[in-house]
T-cell receptor
């Protein structure tokens, strides 16, 4: 079984500032890692994913994340945020054996961008 | 890109009635569909996994007789909340997985807000 811990429930930040949303996972098997964004009253949109290869993954909207196997982390970063980035962000993990079949989500981090 | 729709986007019903939520994959065939439930300010919890033409697999603690799932075609799955009660009020999200290629990503629908009075 896997578990995902998002260390911050809420991250306030000013517009154009950099941001890091933290995610740690626990698993006894190799995993795939994902970050999703959810705008109010909407479904989830995939930001980026780590499957294999380079540990630095670039996604949409200027976001990137780095897979650190030794620290079992997959932190999400953006060098300069916009007001429109205000949303809930979910880190998720899926074990490689099931492919993408079963996603385990963290509790989410609310990113609040202020002008 | 792959698009998943849900209908209705929101519904209000009286306690004791049943509500059906539809999940459709619009531009791909979904061999597997998933149903999630999300309470306010909380994460998504997987309720069940359904494969086209077979019975759904429910997660532990989810009442299969209360949350009826049907996946009758490769583009449609339905979730029926039977005899709904206020505690069933939640945001229900479906996702669909295209099993045709090697890229088996889950694509999420926009969600359905259920309010039971």
């Amino acid at each position: 079984a896997q578990s995902v811990t998002q260390l911050d429930s809420q991250v306030p930040v000013f517009e154009e500032a950099p941001v890091e949303l933290r995610c740690n996972y626990s698993s006894s098997v190799s995993v795939y890692l994902f970050w999703y964004v959810q705008y109010p009253n909407q479904g989830l949109q995939l930001l980026l994913k780590y499957l294999s290869g380079s540990t630095l993954v670039k996604g949409i909207n200027g976001f990137e994340a780095e897979f650190n196997k030794s620290q079992t982390s997959f932190h999400l970063r953006k060098p300069s945020v916009h007001i429109s980035d205000t949303a809930e962000y979910f880190c998720a993990v899926s074990d490689r054996a099931s492919g993408y079949s079963t996603l385990t989500f963290g509790k989410g981090t609310m990113l609040l961008v202020s002008p | 890109g792959a698009v998943v729709s849900q209908h209705p986007s929101w519904v209000i019903c009286k306690s004791g009635t049943s509500v059906k939520i539809e999940c459709r994959s619009l531009d791909f065939q979904a061999t597997t569909m998933f149903w999630y439930r999300q309470f306010p300010k909380q994460s998504l919890m997987l309720m069940a996994t359904s494969n086209e033409g077979s019975k759904a697999t429910y997660e532990q603690g989810v009442e299969k007789d209360k949350f009826l799932i049907n996946h009758a075609s490769l583009t449609l799955s339905t979730l029926t909340v039977t005899s709904a009660h206020p505690e069933d009020s939640s945001f229900y999200i479906c996702s669909a997985r295209d099993g045709q290629g090697g890229y088996n990503e889950q694509f999420f629908g926009p969600g359905t807000r259920l309010t039971v009075l």
